[in-house]
């Protein structure tokens, strides 16, 4: 008996104004997380945390050091993942970049435990990641080769995530206390949950 043909499920893309709208949601939680990791003086994974570095090692601006480390992973994103999703990596970038310093007069943190500054600062981070990927952008660097690696091998972008996240928040210490280290270990686990629990390969067909 010949078993009926198994109808793929449609694929529906977003329009440009929910891109849109996603891409400000996505701006506004990312800069809401990097402000409470920055008052902490927290770190943080991926280019991120390397713009933290510059930010706190050189006193640049966060969004000036931000889209100076993206800069070499916009070639990588243009040849593995095509120009719409670098495009789309661009404009989060840049949003992000003049977000953060937009907010600066606009938000003023008062007395706010470390440990819950990471904790908040990295579900945020984890939550504006997961909205740029579910409408096929990111925050670039790091995320850029995470995408890439579970597009072509399945691996769990949260999971690989996670491990460069770490490794990074490790190589740091030569420049931050181990305490804010240990610290920062809580923002980057709760970021990267967030990511390997809501984001895994083929369930989410939107694109």
Known sequence: MRMPET???PVHRHSAVEDVLAFLSAAVFAALGIAFLEHAGLMTGGTTGLALLLTYRFGLPFGAAFVLV??????????????RFT?????AVLLLSALTEFQRP????GAVHPAWAALV???LLGIALL????HQGSLGGLNVLVLFLQERFGWRAGWVQLALDVAILLLSLGVVAPSIVALSLIGA???NVTLAVNHRPGRYMAV
């Open 7 to 9: 109808i793929p499920a």
């Open 70 to 83: 993206n800069l070499p992973f916009f070639a990588l994103a243009l040849w593995r993942m095509g120009w």
């Open 87 to 91: 495009v789309k990596t661009a404009v």
């Open 106 to 109: 606009l938000l003023a943190l």
């Open 121 to 123: 600062g990295g579900l």
């Open 131 to 134: 909205i740029l990927f579910r």
């Open 189 to 191: 686990a709760a970021l």
